[in-house]
């Protein structure tokens, strides 16, 4: 795991001295992505500059270190990730006559590309990855990323330059960047609490979509490809979708499953796994005790707060499991501790509360062991999202009611008192309760004047929608959101819905949390539930081996009861958040004041003063809880003062 960036200068080129200062900067605004090494490699004639810094996982000798150059001459690669298979990659070029000089997985990939040609070598990768190789003879940069978009790779050509890295502050330190704000990405950000792909909070600076090749010539052409698509996945899955039993789903599963997180315990240095004590987590926790003699390191921290907390679910796992299990509890004072930091951890706005005790999670997790397996991806693939069965059961209010009825319901749940009916909930016996009812009740009142499920489905992920959002004069990009044709080719609505999250919120916010949460303290975080063979898997089963009788993840939890008791882990979903909406009101009150005063909208000249301070007034009263809407001005308005200068806005 590391961090990769570089640039190539098409037009007006700088000498080598030049060249090397500029790449050793962008290198060390991203140090803390691989404190183990520094590494630059530079070709002055045609003006490329590649630079990595090194989180060393695999071979820890100096054979491993990176910018790495083929055993021909001809290719330079920075590599930012793992392969998880290979070793099979390099038992095949073996066969082929292939010389190592190291045990690394940079190697093999870059002697792959040598031997088989980029594309194919890629096709071939199991991982997750985000790279650029260099072509010396064709004279072109290829830059690539993983199959599910696990790992970040940004780009941009400005001023005759092409720019990339692993995050945005590399890009931004080259002294030919020009950070203008996107408005429309703006807009797209208070929808939905991240910047969706491809765009970026820049304009003239993108994403490259998980599952993509760019291949960049001499001239700054580029062409954008997909090597793997889960559309294509999804689409093949439709239309000869396996016809199993039960049991054979299971026990497909439960093999594929179990190659994933044995070839990802793979590593050189100490492996963990994060343990929430959820269905995911769980799961791959017991398969990978499962798998190993020794104890299993396993990590869960917990709140004092009704609620929010799930440790003591994790440490009944992990005593049944028999890990070694660390907990922390963390207090207010700890996790407020983290808020002012966030802008330099995410460097575009990032409206995720969860990436509060994400960090902290990691931070424990650092102190005793460099890499770490978590349960991300399964509510995406299996259909695990409570939202998923919420959405159904609003589409069965006949839409055929009249618009005004359904207007004066709508008014009237808006009427609800929010904040009081979510302390209520709180304290209904467990297999009553239900997490933020007043806000999922208002939620579900503004959601009964839409027409039609994919609508209903976009205002119920929205935070902000089109009517009230506060940034002035904007036009949001639109995305598979707004993708008519979806809904005939995948007509299911629950499958709909998990496709919709996979290409967009899984990438966007889930994994971007994990990756700048992980990489801040320079711990590798895996997703063996990502695995495209996994994803490939899960699209294949019938949807009612994924959700069935009111329950997600199905065929999840079968595989898991083999190892865990299902009183373990069957309990409502609670999610990993934190109390945001009372710290708002109590402790992180003067900071949200300062942030949302009047005179501070105002003077950034992108958001509506009026729109905002009015809910601020809502959310102190106690009536409404506006706690998601408000987190992301807040971070909004961080970031701003953080990175973006006021003519640039």
């Given at each position: 795991?590391?961090?990769?960036?570089?640039?190539?200068?098409?037009?007006?080129?700088?000498?080598?001295?030049?060249?090397?200062?500029?790449?050793?900067?962008?290198?060390?605004?991203?140090?803390?992505?691989?404190?183990?090494?520094?590494?630059?490699?530079?070709?002055?004639?045609?003006?490329?500059?590649?630079?990595?810094?090194?989180?060393?996982?695999?071979?820890?000798?100096p054979?491993?270190?990176?910018?790495?150059t083929?055993?021909?001459?001809?290719f330079?690669?920075?590599?930012?990730?793992?392969?998880?298979?290979?070793?099979?990659?390099?038992?095949?070029l073996?066969?082929?006559?292939?010389?190592?000089?190291?045990e690394?997985?940079?190697?093999?990939?870059?002697?792959?590309?040598?031997?088989?040609?980029?594309?194919?070598?890629?096709?071939?990768?199991?991982?997750?990855?985000?790279?650029?190789?260099?072509?010396?003879?064709?004279r072109?940069?290829?830059?690539?990323?993983?199959?599910?978009?696990?790992?970040?790779?940004?780009?941009?050509?400005?001023?005759?330059?092409?720019?990339f890295?692993?995050?945005?502050?590399?890009?931004?330190?080259h002294?030919?960047?020009?950070?203008?704000?996107?408005?429309?990405?703006?807009?797209?950000f208070?929808?939905?609490?991240?910047?969706?792909?491809?765009a970026?909070?820049?304009?003239?600076?993108?994403?490259?979509?998980?599952?993509?090749?760019m291949?960049?010539?001499?001239?700054?052409?580029?062409?954008?490809?997909?090597?793997?698509?889960?559309?294509?996945?999804?689409?093949?899955?439709?239309?000869?979708?396996?016809?199993?039993?039960?049991?054979?789903?299971?026990?497909?599963?439960?093999?594929?499953?179990?190659?994933?997180?044995?070839?990802?315990m793979?590593?050189?240095?100490?492996?963990?796994?994060?343990?929430?004590?959820?269905?995911?987590?769980?799961?791959?926790?017991?398969?990978?005790?499962?798998?190993?003699?020794?104890?299993?390191?396993?990590?869960?921290?917990?709140?004092?707060?009704?609620?929010?907390?799930?440790?003591?679910?994790?440490?009944?796992?992990?005593?049944?499991?028999?890990?070694?299990?660390?907990?922390?509890?963390?207090?207010?004072?700890?996790?407020?501790?983290?808020?002012?930091?966030?802008?330099?951890?995410?460097?575009e706005?990032?409206?995720?509360?969860?990436?509060?005790?994400?960090?902290?999670?990691?931070?424990?997790?650092?102190?005793?062991?460099?890499?770490?397996?978590?349960?991300?991806g399964?509510?995406?693939?299996?259909?695990?999202?409570?939202?998923?069965?919420?959405?159904?059961?609003?589409?069965?209010?006949p839409?055929?009611?009249?618009?005004?009825?359904?207007?004066?319901?709508?008014?009237?749940?808006?009427?609800?008192?929010?904040?009081?009916?979510?302390?209520?909930?709180?304290?209904?016996?467990?297999?009553?309760?239900?997490?933020?009812?007043?806000?999922?009740?208002?939620k579900?009142?503004?959601?009964?004047?839409?027409?039609?499920?994919?609508?209903?489905?976009?205002?119920l992920?929205?935070?902000?929608?089109?009517?009230?959002?506060?940034?002035?004069?904007?036009?949001?990009?639109?995305?598979?959101?707004?993708?008519?044709?979806?809904?005939?080719?995948?007509?299911?609505?629950?499958?709909?819905?998990?496709?919709?999250?996979?290409?967009?919120?899984?990438?966007?916010?889930?994994?971007?949390?994990?990756?700048?949460?992980?990489?801040?303290?320079?711990?590798?975080?895996?997703?063996?539930?990502?695995?495209?063979?996994?994803?490939?898997?899960?699209?294949?089963?019938?949807?009612?081996?994924?959700?069935?009788?009111?329950?997600?993840?199905?065929?999840?939890?079968?595989?898991?009861?083999?190892?865990?008791?299902?009183a373990?882990?069957d309990?409502?979903?609670?999610g990993?958040?934190?109390?945001?909406?009372?710290?708002?009101?109590?402790?992180?009150?003067?900071?949200?004041?300062?942030?949302l005063?009047?005179?501070?909208?105002?003077?950034?000249?992108?958001?509506?003063?009026?729109?905002?301070?009015?809910?601020?007034?809502?959310?102190l009263?106690?009536?409404?809880?506006?706690?998601?809407?408000?987190?992301?001005?807040l971070?909004?308005?961080?970031?701003?003062?953080?990175?973006?200068?006021?003519?640039?806005?």
């Open positions: 795991m590391c961090g990769i960036a570089g640039f190539w200068q098409f037009a007006k080129r700088t000498s080598a001295a030049e060249m090397g200062a500029v790449a050793q900067a962008m290198a060390a605004s991203i140090e803390h992505r691989g404190p183990d090494g520094r590494g630059c490699w530079i070709d002055e004639t045609v003006g490329v500059a590649l630079t990595h810094l090194r989180l060393a996982i695999i071979d820890l000798s054979l491993g270190a990176q910018p790495m083929s055993g021909n001459g001809r330079v690669i920075v590599f930012n990730g793992e392969l998880y298979n290979y070793k099979d990659m390099r038992h095949d073996e066969g082929d006559g292939i010389v190592f000089r190291s690394s997985d940079t190697e093999v990939l870059l002697e792959a590309c040598a031997h088989w040609g980029i594309r194919r070598a890629i096709e071939k990768c199991n991982g997750m990855f985000a790279l650029a190789i260099y072509d010396r003879a064709e072109h940069l290829i830059l690539a990323r993983d199959h599910m978009g696990i790992k970040p790779l940004y780009w941009a050509m400005m001023e005759g330059n092409l720019l890295g692993s995050e945005l502050k590399a890009l931004r330190t002294p030919r960047f020009e950070a203008r704000l996107d408005r429309a990405a703006a807009a797209s208070f929808r939905f609490a991240y910047v969706p792909s491809p970026t909070i820049y304009e003239d600076v993108r994403k490259l979509p998980p599952g993509h090749i291949t960049v010539e001499t001239d700054g052409s580029y062409d954008i490809v997909p090597y793997w698509s889960l559309a294509d996945v999804a689409a093949k899955a439709l239309v000869s979708r396996r016809r199993i039993s039960d049991q054979d789903a299971v026990d497909g599963l439960e093999c594929v499953l179990r190659d994933a997180v044995a070839r990802q793979v590593a050189d240095v100490p492996v963990g796994v994060l343990l929430s004590g959820g269905i995911d987590s769980s799961t791959v926790a017991a398969l990978a005790q499962a798998q190993n003699r020794q104890q299993v390191r396993s990590f869960a921290i917990g709140f004092h707060v009704d609620g929010y907390n799930e440790a003591d679910h994790a440490a009944a796992v992990a005593r049944h499991l028999g890990t070694e299990h660390t907990e922390l509890y963390v207090d207010a004072a700890m996790a407020l501790d983290v808020v002012p930091r966030l802008p330099q951890m995410y460097d706005p990032f409206g995720d509360c969860s990436q509060i005790p994400t960090h902290l999670v990691s931070a424990l997790t650092r102190r005793h062991v460099t890499v770490v397996l978590s349960g991300d399964g509510d995406e693939l299996f259909g695990g999202y409570e939202r998923y069965f919420h959405a159904r059961h609003l589409t069965r209010i839409m055929a009611m009249p618009v005004t009825a359904r207007r004066l319901l709508a008014r009237l749940l808006a009427r609800l008192p929010m904040q009081a009916l979510d302390t209520a909930s709180a304290h209904l016996p467990s297999r009553l309760r239900l997490q933020r009812l007043g806000t999922k009740l208002s579900a009142g503004a959601m009964l004047t839409e027409r039609g499920h994919d609508m209903l489905y976009r205002r992920m929205s935070h902000w929608t089109e009517e009230d959002n506060p940034v002035l004069d904007a036009q949001e990009h639109q995305n598979v959101f707004w993708d008519a044709g979806l809904a005939e080719r995948v007509p299911h609505f629950t499958e709909r819905m998990q496709f919709i999250d996979s290409v967009t919120y899984l990438p966007d916010d889930i994994l971007v949390k994990v990756d700048r949460a992980s990489m801040s303290v320079a711990l590798e975080a895996r997703v063996p539930l990502l695995d495209p063979r996994v994803a490939a898997y899960a699209w294949s089963l019938a949807p009612h081996q994924r959700v069935r009788g009111g329950m997600g993840k199905w065929v999840l939890r079968q595989v898991l009861y083999r190892h865990v008791p299902p373990l882990v309990r409502p979903k609670m990993f958040g934190v109390p945001i909406g009372e710290w708002l009101r109590g402790p992180l009150r003067e900071w949200c004041e300062d942030l005063s009047e005179r501070s909208l105002a003077a950034g000249g992108i958001l509506r003063p009026n729109v905002i301070r009015a809910r601020w007034q809502e959310h009263s106690g009536r409404v809880n506006w706690q998601y809407p408000l987190w992301d001005v971070m909004f308005e961080s970031w701003r003062r953080a990175w973006l200068r006021p003519s640039t806005a």
